[in-house]
Structure formats: structure tokens, C-alpha cells
């Protein structure tokens, strides 16, 4: 079964930045192209629901951000490498939470259902 893989995360102080990277592994398995899928990212904090965050269609050529990320966070793909990263600038204390990257046809973060092959997550926590 083909699953991402999140890295990056960790420890910053508010108003620092992290670059998150998601990676497929079991690539071609199943005939999956990691570049057919919109691939999104969503965070879960203690005791909350996970919460779509940030999404890029396949090929690239739309991304989607929650308000709350909006002018801080940016979702670029790079295709040749099969990656796609969350850059996260001006980091607020309220970003705290384990980061998850899922695949989906579409990029609908309010749908987290519809997306899958979740990876093991990776936790960002930001001090004030």
C-alpha cells in the first residue's frame, strides 16, 4: 500500500519558520502516480480534530489555505522529485500540532474523508 511520509517538523520560536516535506513511498505500486493526486496538509492539536490546512492540485496549478494560514504558509510541488513541502513563515503559537499530508482527486479541505494514504505525521511546536 502506497503511504506518504511527513519530515521536518520541530521545535521554532513564534515568528520563525519550518518547511515541511511530504514524500511517497511504494511509489508505483498499485499503478499510483504521486503526481495524479492533489495532496493536501492538515494538522491535529491535543485534544482537536484533524483540520485541512493547505492543499495543491495535481500538476500544481491550484493551491487552497484555510484563513488562518493565509500569507504565512505556501504549498509548493515539486514534480520531478515526487514532493510536495508546506513552508510555514511567521509561526504562531496556535500552529502547534502533529502535520499530516494526505492524497485526494481533489483538493477539498473540509472533506477530510476524502483524502488517504496518511503518513505518520510530524509535530511542529512553536513557543512563545
Known amino acids: 500500500e502506497v503511504q506518504l511520509v511527513e519530515s521536518g517538523g520541530g521545535l521554532v520560536q513564534a515568528g520563525g519558520s519550518l518547511r515541511l516535506s511530504c514524500a511517497a513511498s511504494g511509489l508505483t505500486l498499485g499503478g499510483f502516480h504521486f503526481d495524479d493526486y492533489a495532496i493536501g496538509w492538515f494538522r491535529q492539536a491535543p485534544g482537536k480534530g484533524r483540520e485541512g490546512v493547505s492543499c495543491?492540485?495535481?500538476?500544481?496549478?491550484?493551491?487552497h489555505y484555510i484563513d488562518a494560514v493565509k500569507g504565512r504558509f505556501t504549498v509548493p510541488r515539486d514534480s520531478a522529485k515526487n514532493m510536495v513541502y508546506l513552508q510555514m513563515d511567521s509561526l504562531k503559537p496556535e500552529d502547534t500540532a502533529v502535520y499530516y499530508c494526505?492524497?485526494?482527486?481533489?483538493?477539498?479541505?473540509?472533506?477530510?474523508?476524502?483524502?488517504?494514504?496518511w503518513g505518520q505525521g510530524t509535530q511542529v511546536t512553536v513557543s512563545s
Open positions: 494526505g492524497a485526494a482527486l481533489l483538493c477539498r479541505l473540509g472533506q477530510t474523508s476524502l483524502f488517504g494514504s
Open positions: 495543491i492540485s495535481n500538476g500544481g496549478g491550484s493551491t
